[in-house]
Nanobody
Framework: QIQLMESGGGSVQAGQSLTLSCTVS????????MGWFRRAPGKEREGVAA????????YYASSVKGRFTISQDNAKKTVYLQMNNLTPEDTAMYYC?????????????????WGQGTQVTVSS
């Protein structure tokens, strides 16, 4: 059974950093897209960043571009989300997702597997 396990969430002050990790039980580079999503209370699930493991192409939501970096470590079967200069607006549950054949990285429906999520809370 394919499993995605997120870690690295926590509570920080505005301006600080966190690094989220997503470890996949299978070779993550076999997926077409690895993405990070978040859901804040009362809001829709939002695509934050994605990486196409085959070529390493990355994409970011405009709200996080320049502050967040997605990367991968093939040997560790892990995808990371480095989050810098966090703001209270980044407070949410963050989810890792894997897509086998999807092409639209911002569309949750294009993903086949999801992790349980890790909470990020940023206080001002």
């Amino acid at each position: 059974q394919i499993q995605l396990m997120e870690s690295g969430g926590g509570s920080v002050q505005a301006g600080q950093s966190l690094t989220l990790s997503c470890t996949v039980s299978t070779d993550h580079y076999t997926y077409n897209i690895m993405g990070w999503f978040r859901r804040a209370p009362g809001k829709e699930r939002e695509g934050v960043a994605a990486i196409y493991p085959g070529g390493g192409t990355t994409y970011y939501a405009s709200s996080v571009k320049g502050r967040f970096t997605i990367s991968q470590d093939n040997a560790k079967k892990t995808v990371y989300l480095q989050m810098n200069n966090l703001t209270p607006e980044d407070t949410a549950m963050y989810y890792c997702a894997a897509s086998v054949y999807g092409t639209a990285w911002t569309s949750p429906g294009h993903y086949d597997y999801w992790g349980q999520g890790t909470q990020v809370t940023v206080s001002s």
